[in-house]
């Protein structure tokens, strides 16, 4: 058999001619062995891998750029770059090559999850993982058979538990506003254990699509079309199981996933980027994807482009009504100047009456500059209402399924696809945070015992959450007839 690595020295490729190349010396210190097997029975498509990092950039090269917002350290935490990584390349490489199914309407994004500043670290544990990951199998069951395309299911779990402009967890005590560069060690730590037992519940049984009779339970509450809906799914797998597709068969039993973040605390995104030898690149892997959001985060010339530019994950850029086409057209080229497939995901946050006027115009400058990005819906942003009497922040559930509703419909016009839905939500039916309304109604006299966050809450309890996919999912099903 060969190898394509043999003590110091590299195959380049099975297809090219055996051609022994000595590694650099810094490269040697791990020593792995690949045994070449024979292609597949099934040809699989190949991750999408990026060209190598662009010049003149290293990991620490946002340092000469302007920042926005990052904590002052009083001294520096270099403990993090000797910890084992979260994920890994290859995961990451995998998400792209879906990402750029997407693209193409091959498939589908729904990224959700809410473990930010909003929920904190005082109120991380494995109850709430679980159940948040579990209402996402359920959206995803819902929207895979509308659809009937994968469904790429990304958590925004197991990531910072910070952010910028709130500055707390990662960041200072709940007393002293001095930050603390050792707060990042705790965050590490969460994350690995939210990391661990989500893999635990992926590849365990939890995951299995025979439970879905179990997971659908709560749309009984909802009404009879949730249970129609879910007799439909038992029969198509019951014809599975006749066909020869046991529900014990590895792709029933389990849940592929993949993790992301905010990428707004450098310092912390520095020390876990890794050189992956196997390709040559580099990746931030404290999460699968990252993404730069609307403000303080995404300044073409700013420290947090720079350094998104030099790592190879899936990028998302999260854009309002005040992203100009152009702007836009230019951020993409510095973030993909390859134009690959599943890099780069344009994640809107509007509002529906003018991402019924906005996003058209982005679609068309990016549709002619020939770019290929994944198009996503954030409808988690709309305005809010403000209850006088004890300043609570509200918005009504039915503008986040009227902006959903919308998404659609301007890909409908333009002829393009709708690539996912971008949703902040919690696996609870007793919390609520913001939105009122919804199947299981959530009225203001709920507040007093529902309302956990910290700042700008933004999640969907477990009913509203699943009747949201519901609709993107009739939605899907519209577009496939």
Not at 104 to 117: N, R, S, V, Y
Not at 310 to 319: A, E, Q, T, Y
Not at 345 to 359: A, D, G, P
């Amino acid at each position: 058999p060969h190898y394509t690595r043999l003590l110091g020295y590299h195959v380049p490729s099975k297809a090219a001619p055996i051609q022994l190349l000595p590694l650099q010396p810094q490269l040697c210190h791990f020593t792995t062995f690949h045994r070449l097997q024979k292609p597949a029975h099934r040809p699989v498509r190949p991750a999408a891998v990026p060209p190598p990092f662009p010049e003149k950039w290293i990991v620490n090269s946002w340092g000469t750029k302007k920042t926005l917002q990052l904590p002052k350290y009083q001294n520096q935490v270099n403990d993090i770059e000797e910890f084992p990584p979260l994920v890994t390349p290859g995961e990451a490489r995998s998400l792209h090559d879906r990402l750029g199914d997407a693209a193409f309407g091959k498939a589908f994004l729904l990224q959700c999850g809410g473990d930010c500043a909003t929920e904190g670290l005082k109120e991380f544990n494995g109850d709430r993982i679980r159940d948040t990951f579990s209402i996402l199998l359920q959206m995803a069951t819902l929207l895979m058979f509308g659809g009937q395309v994968p469904i790429i299911k990304v958590a925004r779990m197991a990531s910072q538990f910070e952010n910028t402009s709130y500055k707390r967890d990662n960041f200072n005590g709940d007393e002293s506003r001095i930050p603390d560069p050792h707060k990042m060690i705790k965050t590490y730590g969460r994350s690995a254990a939210t990391l661990n037992l989500l893999r635990a519940l992926a590849t365990g049984g939890f995951a299995s699509m025979k439970r879905v009779t179990q997971w659908n339970l709560d749309f009984a509450e909802m009404g009879d079309r949730y249970q129609d809906l879910t007799n439909q799914v038992d029969e198509a797998l019951g014809f599975m199981e006749a066909a020869g597709v046991p529900k014990e068969h590895p792709v029933m039993a389990r849940a592929e996933f993949w993790t992301s973040h905010d990428c707004s605390l450098l310092p912390y995104e520095q020390s876990l980027t890794r050189f992956d030898s196997a390709t040559g690149l580099y990746y931030d892997c404290s999460a699968h994807m990252l993404w730069c959001g609307e403000g303080t985060t995404r300044q073409i010339d700013g420290a947090h482009v720079e350094f998104l530019r030099g790592i190879s994950n899936p990028l998302g850029i999260k854009v309002s009504d005040k992203m100009e086409p152009s702007e836009l057209v230019k951020l993409i080229e510095v973030l993909n100047p390859a134009n690959l497939p599943g890099r780069i995901t344009i994640i809107s946050r509007m509002s529906s009456e003018r991402l019924r006027v906005k996003l058209p115009e982005l679609i068309r400058a990016v549709n002619r500059s020939k770019q290929i990005v994944t198009w996503v819906c954030d409808p988690m942003h709309g305005r809010r209402n403000i209850k006088a009497s004890n300043k609570l922040k509200t918005r009504p559930f039915d503008r986040v399924l009227a902006e959903a509703g919308a998404f659609f419909d301007v890909h409908d016009q333009e002829g393009s696809h709708p690539g996912g839905i971008h949703l902040e939500m919690i696996g609870s039916q007793h919390v609520t945070e913001e939105w009122i309304g919804g199947s299981c109604t959530v009225t203001l006299d709920d507040f007093s015992s529902g309302y956990r966050a910290h700042c700008d809450p933004r999640r969907l309890n477990a009913s509203q959450s699943l009747e949201l996919a519901f609709i993107v999912g009739e939605r899907l099903k519209h577009r496939r007839f």
